[in-house]
């Protein structure tokens, strides 16, 4: 692999063009993505977007901003697949552009070019930019505080504006996910450990970032006041200690060789721990990309010894820990004593590998509905397949009830719940039954049905049971109308039984 070794003539204005030209082409096809492979919402996907439907300040288990975006796109574009998952491409792409930004700022243009090309070229980044959930809005506000924070260390020491503009990002990440505290946490520890940094501690400056981006936490906070704290007690049970702490490990180890690509994965890790080693010898930029990308990634590392770590929650530490690569990459740092200088040929091939896995994560949903493999175990799609056509089947038992004025349909699973209001035609209000007395979804914190019309509910439930004991006790009678059998394709199938209940006399809450 010589390409790498021979694209030092190029110019600044040449890297750049290639760099717009590529993030034009990403985005123009997450466009076409979105056309031609129109695959169900995910269940959270519906589920946040069932939440714009009930503007509010704050949510059961995530800051607003998630539903705020889904009631703007609903109110610009006609509701749809499409429309729910067109800001992910949106934001996502505008990542890259920061990204681009930020590798040119700190290095060059042909570095910032390869760290778009490294971050493109992962499945990890083709879900981003396809699936709409709080990661989307995250990658991006994270992203741009990151940039603007380099900006305003390197501004005139007498100007706010980068500062202001670092902490809006940051108020809008805070809104997004509860991850974006860890940013305001590296700004004071960067400042601390930076020689040259350390005056701004005795400034106004990062004081003011971080209480204007905790000023956007006062609505949820506000919420949550009157919900009983809620959202902070959902958030405490991801601290819970896990009995599997080998298994949490090596499936947090494997969720990270997949999503960003095994090469180019073990590369940033061996640069992060040799970096690391002597990181009081490294130069500013690098210490700065190191706090805000590699070191922090090897934290979730540690939690895993004690928790389960979901694949995608250090996401946003990649974003500088990919400058940082593609700058080792491109010549411009040493790798020190564990990545041998001489190993930089294998970035390109990194790149490669990684392109070839976003090259599956996009093929895998149009090519497995044809083979035996798709709805199966090994389908990664099959989460999110079915959901339209259990929509209607359910359409078709509930147009065949009479009284449809005092009918209303509920499941004891949030999946069936929010993929059922948003298929369903008219996308009525769909209700969660919980049995149990703790709320445990934003469900629960809504209205129920009106007990004094004696109203009756389709139930839909899976694989054909009663997963609750007590339930037909709540009404007058209830009884099985239909099993019904939705395909995931050759590979799969998932059950699922309808009941009308009649005369609700109690709902469990």
């Not at 930020?102 to 570095?111: A, D, E, I, P, Y």
Request: proline share 6%.
């Amino acid at each position: 692999m010589s390409f790498l070794s021979n694209d030092t003539n190029l110019s600044a204005e040449e890297w750049d063009r290639r760099a717009y030209f590529l993030l034009a082409a990403i985005f123009i096809w997450r466009l076409i993505f979105l056309v031609i492979a129109p695959m169900d919402l995910a269940p959270d996907e519906a589920y946040y977007w069932d939440w714009a439907r009930y503007p509010a300040f704050g949510y059961y288990s995530k800051p607003p901003l998630i539903a705020w975006i889904n009631i703007a796109s609903s109110a610009l574009l006609p509701v749809s697949a499409f429309s729910v998952r067109l800001p992910a491409a949106i934001f996502a792409s505008l990542s890259l552009l920061i990204f681009h930004a930020l590798g040119k700022r700190l290095f060059s243009s042909r570095t910032a070019f390869w760290t778009v090309a490294a971050t493109a070229a992962s499945a990890g980044n083709c879900v981003i930019g396809y699936i709409m959930t709080i990661d989307a809005p995250l990658f991006f506000f994270w992203s741009l505080a990151v940039y603007c924070f380099w900006r305003a260390l390197e501004d005139d020491f007498s100007r706010y504006r980068w500062w202001l503009v670092a902490a809006l990002a940051a108020g809008f990440g805070l809104l997004s996910k509860q991850m974006m505290l860890a940013y305001l946490l590296l700004v004071i520890i960067f400042l601390l450990v930076s020689r040259r940094d350390r005056s701004h501690l005795a400034t106004p400056r990062p004081y003011l970032l971080i209480i204007l981006a905790l000023a956007a936490l006062l609505p949820p906070l506000w919420w949550n006041m009157q919900h009983d704290w809620i959202t902070f007690q959902h958030t405490a049970h991801h601290f819970e200690s896990s009995p599997r702490q080998v298994h949490t490990v090596v499936e947090f180890i494997g969720g990270q060789l997949l999503l960003i690509s095994p090469l180019i994965c073990s590369l940033f890790a061996l640069l992060t721990v040799s970096l690391l080693c002597s990181f009081g010898k490294q130069e500013r930029r690098v210490r700065f990309l190191l706090l805000f990308g590699g070191s922090s990634l090897l934290l979730f590392l540690l939690m895993g010894l004690r928790q389960r770590i979901n694949a995608n929650w250090p996401a946003v530490f990649y974003p500088a820990g990919m400058v940082l690569l593609a700058a080792w990459g491109c010549g411009e740092i040493s790798g020190g004593r564990l990545l041998p200088d001489r190993w930089r040929k294998l970035f390109v091939p990194g790149v490669l590998v990684g392109a070839f896995f976003a090259f599956l994560t996009y093929a895998l949903p149009l090519a497995l509905p044809v083979t035996s493999l798709g709805g199966g175990h090994l389908d990664p799609t099959a989460r999110i397949k079915g959901w339209r056509q259990l929509a209607v089947e359910v359409e078709a038992v509930r147009v065949k009830i009479p009284e449809q004025d005092k009918l209303f349909i509920a499941s004891p699973f949030r999946q069936v719940v929010s993929e059922l209001a948003f298929y369903l035609p008219g996308q009525p209000q769909v209700y969660m039954w919980s049995s149990q007395a703790k709320v445990q979804s934003q469900y629960d914190l809504w209205e129920a049905p009106d007990l004094n019309q004696k109203m009756n509910a389709l139930f839909v439930l899976t694989e054909g049971g009663l997963p609750y004991v007590g339930l037909k006790n709540n009404f007058a009678s209830f009884e099985k109308i239909k099993d019904i059998e939705v395909s995931l394709g050759p590979g799969g199938v998932r059950h699922f039984s309808v009941y009308l209940g009649k005369a609700l006399s109690q709902w469990p809450r």
